[in-house]
């Protein structure tokens, strides 16, 4: 069941990330999903109740994304303090 949203609604929603890219309903598979994609950095923001959730930390951002952080979340960050003492 696709997203219905009123056209102005989506026309005015931009994507949170730095790109501020337009948003698309559903995603680049599935184009009935309840989720908005994002038109440049791909990411896609689930849709809860109607209602878009635009929050980085609740968007997926697929495999291969085009644009992203530099660095996965799920990697330690390097040049961290030292833990010995
Ligand atoms: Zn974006």
New binding site residues.
């Given amino acids: 069941m696709a997203v219905t949203l009123d056209p102005q609604l989506l026309e005015i929603l931009a ?1 949170p ?1 730095p ?1 501020h ?1 337009p948003l698309r309903v559903g995603t680049p598979e599935n184009p009935e999903a309840d989720a908005l994609s ?1 038109t ?2 791909g ?1 896609q923001y689930p849709v809860v109740d109607g209602v878009p959730v635009l929050l980085l930390d609740e968007a997926v951002l697929p495999p291969g994304a085009r644009s992203g952080p530099a660095v996965p979340a799920d990697q330690p960050p390097a040049g961290g303090p030292p833990s010995e003492p």
Avoid: L, P
């Fill in positions: 994507c990330s790109d890219a994002c440049a950095c990411r």
